[in-house]
Structures are given as C-alpha cells and as structure tokens.
C-alpha cells in the first residue's frame, strides 16, 4: 500500500498486517499480534493496568511480577 511510516519498525509492524504475520507472542497466553504497540498493551492489561488508569513506577511494576 501507500501508507508512509516515520520508522522502520512502524513499517515492518504495518507490513504484518498486510502479510498476516504476528511475531509479537505475549507471554502470559497464547495471544500474538502484528505490532509491538498491540503487544504491550494487551501485557499491560495481565499486570492489572486498563487504559487511562493510573500509572506506577518500576518498582511497583517489579512487585507485581
């Protein structure tokens, strides 16, 4: 398509969605997605976080793995 990206990883994410692929597996189910920002979103909603809600530091994230 004709779809310009400012990165190179924007554009390899987008050609996943042309292709099929998915090489981002999550590692809490069996999940996989064509784009790192799916990725980490979806693994953000295991360790308890929705979207808008409050974030924590690193700390808090470590604690919770």
Do not use: V, W
Request: hydrophobic share 25%.
């Amino acid at each position: 398509c004709s779809k310009g990206f400012s990165s190179l990883q924007h554009l390899r994410d987008h050609r996943n969605l042309h292709t099929g692929e998915k090489p981002y597996k999550c590692q809490f189910c069996p999940s996989s997605f064509a784009s790192a920002g799916n990725h980490a979103s979806h693994e953000k909603g295991h360790l308890g976080y929705k979207r808008g809600a409050k974030t924590c530091s690193i700390e808090e994230l470590m604690l919770l793995l």
